[in-house]
């Protein structure tokens, strides 16, 4: 099959080739991918600043057709549309595993840069990662599930958005925008702040319904912040850049005794003023991946048409595409890039 290739460790190395068609083993079921997105994770493993383990198939955000199944799958049955998630293995053993967290399984392996991902014709994940689409949920729409489930985690299962809340977001990705989408549907009021790159992504953003977008280059977001809460600040502020400026940003203009959620994750240590954390009494609260229940509220979300997410995608394009396609995420004109495998 035709799959796209990160062959070596450190920047570049990406290649589309032939590659082995996988079959699925005793709980796994093997998909013909429909669509997988690419996500600001894949930049950073183009980039050779994310650990991957090359040579491996890329992509993590996919959903597609059952063509087959392995012996003991119970669940699900070729010809099912599914949408499936990492992480691809887990230990099934530890506290994480039995509380129904497998991201935070020290044993977790995900498809996409440790073992072999979706941006290739077939995949085969274990029935456990699998979520059967209503027929009202497109691929392009499913495409988007896993960003999506990673803002419902944040925003209603790690915190809470209350309705009446002023969200303030930093960084208008895929994760970003959505998570925005999430406040407005629990009743907040939203700021999405970006820099002169994201522009699209501010723009759409808006259109989304974010009530104010800031490019943080032209205007001063304290001034903004204050303005649109009566000087009180944010009542949570989401970190979805993964810069230190961005948090430095947030941790100026949450308001006292509110929220910290960080989302974004970033590529090395730095110095952050953690008094505010104390003197402003915050709340700080990390959110990594999702759970079970995150991919069955997006899914939902889905269905009821409450969530468009295929709004965010700008570019379908075919695998041989592929640089065509990086290049597209990495300088901020694609929202989001969407690959069917299945197209020559
Ligand atoms: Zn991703
Ligand atoms: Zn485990």
Not at 71 to 82: T, Y
Not at 234 to 260: F, H, I, M, N, Y
Not at 282 to 295: H, Q, R
Request: hydrophobic content about 40%; proline content about 5%.
């Amino acid at each position: 099959m035709r799959a796209v290739v990160k062959e070596r460790r450190g920047p570049g190395h990406l290649v589309l080739k032939e590659w082995p068609e996988p079959s699925p083993d005793h709980t796994e079921v093997k998909i013909a991918v429909a669509a997988a997105g690419i996500c600001g994770t894949d930049i950073h493993i183009l980039d050779g600043d994310w650990p991957c383990n090359p040579p491996v198939v890329l992509g993590h955000e996919f959903c597609g057709t059952v063509v087959e199944v392995g012996d003991s799958v119970s669940n699900f049955h070729p010809g099912d549309r599914v949408v499936a998630s990492n992480p691809a293995k887990t230990c099934g053993a530890c506290y994480h595993c039995h509380a129904g967290n497998p991201f935070m399984c020290d044993k977790r392996v995900s498809a996409g840069y440790m073992i072999d991902g979706a941006f290739g014709e077939y995949i085969c994940i274990t029935e456990h990662r699998c979520h059967q689409l209503p027929s009202e949920v497109s691929f392009r729409q499913a495409a988007l599930g896993e960003p999506l489930s990673a803002a419902v985690h944040g925003l209603i299962e790690r915190t809470t958005v209350r309705s009446g809340d002023l969200v303030l977001i930093s960084g208008p990705g895929c994760v970003g925008i959505l998570a925005m989408v999430i406040a407005k549907l629990q009743g907040a009021r939203t700021i999405v702040l970006g820099i002169t790159k994201d522009a699209r992504r501010l723009s759409l953003a808006k259109e989304l319904g974010a009530d104010v977008v800031v490019d943080v280059a032209k205007e001063n977001v304290a001034d903004v912040v204050h303005d649109f809460s009566s000087g009180d600040g944010a009542d949570l502020v989401c970190e979805c850049a993964g810069v230190p400026a961005s948090l430095e940003t947030c941790l100026q203009v949450v308001r006292k005794e509110g929220t910290l959620l960080q989302l974004g994750i970033y590529s090395r240590p730095f110095e952050a003023d953690f008094n505010k954390i104390v003197m402003k009494e915050l709340k700080m609260v990390g959110s990594f991946g999702y759970v079970w229940t995150s991919w069955r509220r997006s899914i939902r979300l889905l269905r009821d048409g409450k969530v468009k997410a295929d709004r965010m995608i700008s570019h379908e394009l075919p695998l041989r595409d592929f640089a065509e396609a990086f290049r597209l995420t990495r300088d901020g004109t694609a929202t989001k890039v969407v690959f069917n495998p299945q197209v020559d």
